[in-house]
């Protein structure tokens, strides 16, 4: 059974920084996507970033360009979402995914990604 573990999320003045972990176990595969996608209240989810394990070919919503950076340690199956320069609207619960797919992922919706964490909160104060 895969299990998706995310830590690293609190509470953090705007133009502040935060980073998030996810860690994945209980799957053998070594090519596989893993993605950041977030949920604000009262929005639909959205992905935020996303990286091909095996290549590290990555995604960014055009929302976190430049300043948020998504890097992998394939030995420990886990993924780093560095965020800076944080601003409000980043508040939301972060939620880390796997697709075991990696030849096609819905990076914007996280729709075809098969198992989740349980989010973690990050809320940037104005």
């Known amino acids: 059974e895969v299990q998706v573990v995310e830590s690293g999320g609190g509470l953090v003045q705007a133009g502040g920084s935060l980073r998030l972990s996810c860690a994945a176990s209980?799957?053998?595969?070594?090519?596989?996507?893993i993605g950041w996608f977030r949920q604000a209240p009262g929005k639909e989810r959205e992905g935020v970033s996303c990286i091909r394990t095996i290549t590290g070919s990555t995604y960014y919503a055009d929302s976190v360009k430049g300043r948020f950076t998504i890097s992998r340690d394939n030995a420990k199956n886990t993924v780093y979402l560095q965020m800076n320069s944080l601003k409000p609207e980043d508040t939301a619960v972060y939620y880390c995914?796997?697709?075991?797919?990696?030849?096609?992922?819905?990076?914007?919706?996280?729709?075809?990604?098969?198992?989740w964490g349980q989010g973690t909160q990050v809320t940037v104060s104005s």
């Open positions: 209980g799957f053998t595969f070594d090519d596989y996507t």
């Open positions: 995914a796997v697709d075991l797919d990696p030849y096609y992922s819905d990076y914007e919706t996280g729709a075809d990604f098969e198992s």
